[in-house]
């Protein structure tokens, strides 16, 4: 029997549903935008805020930890 976790997020206001205790920055642009592009042309930004207020950013090869209720927020801008 798995003691698999669900959480519940908002990803540019969307409720999304994970099963994972942490999220990279990847994982969390692959939310936002799950077609993508991910080239080098373009650039994400990722912030994040926790239900007790506490917020952030990410950049590339970082990850944070998922509780209920967290907030990303995703861009993306063509380099061009």
Same mark, same amino acid.
């Given at each position: 029997?798995?003691?698999? +976790?669900?959480?519940?997020? =908002?990803? @540019?206001? *969307?409720?999304?549903?994970?099963?994972?205790? +942490?999220?990279? !920055?990847?994982?969390?642009?692959?939310l936002? !935008?799950?077609?993508?592009?991910? #080239? $080098?042309n373009i650039?994400?930004? %990722?912030? !994040?805020?926790?239900? $007790?207020?506490?917020?952030? #950013?990410?950049v590339? +090869? *970082?990850s %944070?930890?998922?509780? @209920?209720? =967290? =907030? !990303?927020?995703v861009?993306n801008? $063509?380099?061009?």
């Amino acid at each position: 029997m798995s003691h698999e +976790h669900k959480y519940h997020v =908002i990803v @540019n206001g *969307e409720q999304k549903e994970v099963r994972k205790s +942490h999220l990279t !920055f990847h994982e969390v642009c692959e939310l936002a !935008f799950p077609e993508g592009p991910f #080239t $080098d042309n373009i650039t994400y930004t %990722v912030s !994040f805020s926790y239900p $007790d207020g506490t917020d952030g #950013t990410m950049v590339k +090869h *970082e990850s %944070v930890e998922v509780k @209920n209720g =967290i =907030i !990303f927020h995703v861009g993306n801008t $063509d380099k061009s």
